[in-house]
């Protein structure tokens, strides 16, 4: 199992930016995602890096959102701009196609 620490989120105002951290507890060589869960919604697929660094974003976050890794630092990032308050949500990554242990994800707000 591969430990997942998501840090960066908080308080934005609309049309700020973020960058989400994602630390692994060691390498991961497979693809990384970010996914983001709102109140009372399901959890959803935000961005994808594959370990050669071939990216794919959900249609909501295309041209705002970039999804970036340092395998060097086990670490994948998430660069959020134009933030708009339908982004608000808890944002968690994790392993693809086997997923490890859910992490305790970081909340971001973005306020109107």
């Known amino acids: 199992q591969v430990q997942l620490v998501e840090s960066g989120g908080g308080l934005v105002q609309a049309g700020g930016s973020l960058r989400l951290s994602c630390a692994a507890s060691r390498s991961v060589f497979s693809i990384m995602n970010w996914y983001r869960q709102a109140p009372g919604k399901q959890r959803e697929f935000v961005a994808g890096i594959s370990s050669g660094g071939g990216t794919n974003y959900a249609d909501s976050v295309k041209g705002r959102f970039t999804i970036s890794r340092d395998n060097a630092k086990n670490t994948v990032y998430l660069q959020m701009n134009s933030l708009k308050p339908e982004d608000t949500a808890v944002y968690y990554c994790?392993?693809?196609?086997?997923?490890?242990?859910w992490g305790q994800g970081t909340q971001v707000t973005v306020s109107s």
């Open positions: 994790n392993t693809s196609p086997r997923p490890q242990t």
